[in-house]
């Protein structure tokens, strides 16, 4: 009896996983004609190279979930084992893309790649989109566990590798791959939005051995392009150990937040990006152009180390970590500041507008090779400066460091108009207009000497007396406030010293959103340059939404974005304390709108207003798909302040509409400008731009 219990036990178990076999798809071959994926045969297994020929499309529905054969990889030897395509062949499977594949899930429902085998040893191959495949979307996809494979002797595919450098892969996670996502091309676009990639302690130890598989993101691109072809934005990048962020000759760098990774590099913008705990966050290479604006570098060794190529390094906060550009560099650096890190700048650069405190060693270094050194402050560092050769210090306040340089002074540095608390050693020249100090009279310099606060206090010394000659001088101070002005009110305008003008009105500027004119959404991190100078930039946000300050004048905007026309507001007008309103439209090329896959459980679809800009009404419209228990209309101004409430109320299924006339909740009419209508029904929100132009 025994032995036959035992038998029907291992019967059943056998049909047990052999009814778990039916429930799955085995793939691979070539796949010759339109396919589409779908929850319901889950999971697909790739047992062997799956090829999407050209001119097919497979379609992977959210959901999904895709188990790609790998093999072991502990070694190089394994990895040449199992990881190289040798005569067609290869152990470890891969998928290969020479049509096109759209793999976009839902927030609630991703699609999943990831290896067959349940074993930390195992990694599978890539999914590789060949030169000649057409644009491919991935969207809410969890990649995990991919190595690389070797298809000839040249060329190593890596991760989600876009060998035709053109693609979207937005809202994805990528865990403990070798490479996130690859590109390898001349040309072409490719954006990668909203993403996580993560390295954590379950990574497979071989993968992060791997010369060039140590990148979540990688690139071999083209010098020569004009502009970047590569967007990188709103991603957050986790490392471990020795992970670089991204490696890539040319992109767009904006909104990210980077941890414990060693670098990222390239010709490139960075804007408004975190770097925490990274050393050398940002790596330059010879004849790199980089434009680093607006980042915070928390920790870590290097926020920036840069040696060769033009540079514009400005407005970024550093933290426990330091700037350093070499000797052979050239460009700007000003708007800084440096809490307990160092700031050292002796190439060819513009040097303005820095504050360097509380440092374990320099505070700014500058050398004979500095075009300018103006209006910088350092303040109980190590030491104060870190100078040779003939470099003039101009309007700089110099106060508590511990010693004046780091190493015996050699040539004759100028010191005028400067705030000192130390005497000018015989090496230095005093060019006139200095004052020096004690630490009593240092104290009353500033509004909060002790928390960081180094404006500029009222009645200090320092207001109206720097060496005031105009055309050495970028017109605005720290803030973006105008660089002279009358701060003691006796008529007479003079430069302040140190990086704030006192009592000085802020610049006015431009601000708007840039969207998609046919759909009325509004188009995300498009880059702005300020009559097409690359160093006067700015971009938009997740929503579109930009401002940028400028002293008054006339000014053309260049704006431009993978996957969009570039677009020109030409002669628009800015005025002194005041925002120029702009919406900018961004016109999609007809080959690349993108193809979606409608979310079912969408309550609101088609919300649009006509006309837009528009004055002094317009009309909203939406779409209810679902009968609803409330929706919920409302305008907002551009600082997220509750202009109106439209519509709060239940509504059937259809087509509704709204008229807002530009009233608020006061029934009184709004000015010109920029506003939102977002609208809620259930769990869903959904958020536009329009134009109020009277």
């Known amino acids: 009896m025994r032995f036959h219990l035992s038998v029907f036990c291992f019967f059943i178990l056998f049909f047990s996983l052999f009814a778990f076999d039916l429930s799955s798809i085995e793939v691979g071959g070539h796949l010759t004609e339109d396919t589409i994926w779908s929850p319901e045969n889950n999971p697909y297994l790739v047992t062997e190279i799956l090829y999407v020929d050209s ?143 993560i390295i954590n302690n379950d990574v497979n130890p071989f993968l992060p051995v791997f010369n060039n598989g140590r990148n979540h993101i990688m690139s071999s691109r083209n010098n020569y392009v004009d502009s970047p072809d590569l967007l990188i934005c709103n991603n957050n990048f986790e490392g471990y150990g020795t992970y670089t962020a991204v490696s890539v000759e040319q992109l767009s760098f904006s909104n990210n937040t980077v941890s414990n990774c060693v670098g990222s590099g390239g010709a490139s913008y960075f804007f408004n990006n975190e770097f925490i705990n990274c050393n050398y966050a940002i790596n330059g290479y010879s004849g790199d152009s980089l434009y680093i604006k607006n980042n915070r570098f928390i920790g870590g060794y290097d926020g920036i180390n840069i040696d060769y190529g033009y540079v514009e390094i400005t407005d970024n906060y550093f933290e426990e970590c330091d700037l350093y550009s070499g000797i052979h560099c050239t460009g700007k650096a000003y708007n800084n500041i440096s809490n307990n890190g160092n700031f050292r700048l002796p190439g060819y650069l513009e040097v303005n507008n820095n504050i360097s405190f509380n440092g374990n060693y320099v505070g700014v270094e500058v050398s004979w090779r500095n075009i300018s050194c103006l209006n910088n402050l350092t303040i109980n560092n190590d030491y104060a400066i870190g100078s040779g050769g003939t470099v003039t210090y101009n309007n700089c306040i110099l106060l508590e460091n511990e010693e004046i340089n780091y190493f015996p002074i050699s040539g004759n540095p100028i010191f005028r108009n400067c705030i000192l608390d130390f005497e000018l050693p015989p090496e230095c020249i005093d060019g006139g207009g200095n004052i020096w100090v004690d630490s009593l009279q240092a104290q009353s310099l500033f509004e909060d000497i002790q928390n960081g606060d180094f404006h500029l206090a009222s009645g200090s010394i320092a207001i109206d007396a720097g060496f ?217 929100e959904s958020v536009k731009h329009m134009l109020l132009l009277k």
């Not at 040449?80 to 067609?88: R, V």
């Not at 009105?505 to 046919?518: D, R």
């Not at 679902?626 to 109106?644: H, P, R, T």
């Open 55 to 197: 001119g097919v499309t497979l379609t992977i529905l959210p959901g999904t979930e895709v188990k790609i054969s790998g093999a072991s990889c502990t070694s190089w030897q394994e990895f040449d084992q199992n990881f190289w395509l040798y005569n067609g062949v290869s152990i470890a499977k891969f998928i290969q893309v020479d049509g096109r594949l759209i793999a976009e899930g839902t927030e609630q429902d991703s699609i999943i790649f990831t290896r067959m085998q349940n074993d930390p040893d195992f990694c599978w191959g890539t999914i590789r989109i060949t030169e000649d495949a057409e644009l491919c979307r991935f969207k809410y996809c969890k990649i995990e566990h991919s190595c690389l494979i070797g298809i000839m002797i040249s060329y190593i595919s890596k991760g989600l590798d876009f060998f035709n450098g053109n693609g979207s892969v937005r809202n994805c996670t990528f865990l403990n791959n070798a490479v996130g996502i690859n590109s390898n091309s001349y040309t072409k676009e490719l954006e990668i939005i909203n993403n996580e990639f």
């Open 468 to 684: 005031d000659t105009l055309g050495y001088y970028y017109p605005f101070d720290m803030v973006y406030n105008h660089r002279i002005w009358d701060g003691d009110g006796n008529g007479n305008a003079i430069i302040d010293i140190g990086p704030y003008e006192f009592g000085s009105p802020t610049f006015g500027g431009i601000e708007g959103y840039t969207y998609n004119p046919t759909n009325g959404e509004p188009v995300d991190y498009v880059l702005l340059k300020i009559n097409n100078q690359p160093g006067e930039f700015t971009f938009s946000d997740s929503i579109g939404n930009f401002a940028y300050k400028l002293p008054a004048g006339i000014y053309d905007v260049y704006a431009e974005r993978v996957f969009y026309e570039d677009v020109i507001e030409y002669q628009v007008e800015v005025f002194d304390g005041q925002f120029t309103q702009l919406a900018i439209p961004m016109f999609e090329p007809v080959d690349v709108a993108e193809q979606t896959i409608p979310n079912p459980s969408s309550q609101i679809s088609n919300l649009t207003n006509f006309p837009n800009p528009f004055n002094p009404s317009t009309t909203i419209s939406f779409s209810v798909t679902q009968n609803s228990d409330f929706v919920n209309l409302e305008v907002y101004n551009i600082k997220g302040q509750k202009v109106k409430i439209l519509l709060n109320e239940e509504l059937q299924k259809g087509k509704h509409t709204s008229i807002w006339s530009g009233l608020d909740s006061n029934n009184k009419p709004v000015s010109s400008g920029i506003y939102l209508y977002k609208i809620k029904a259930g769990n869903q």
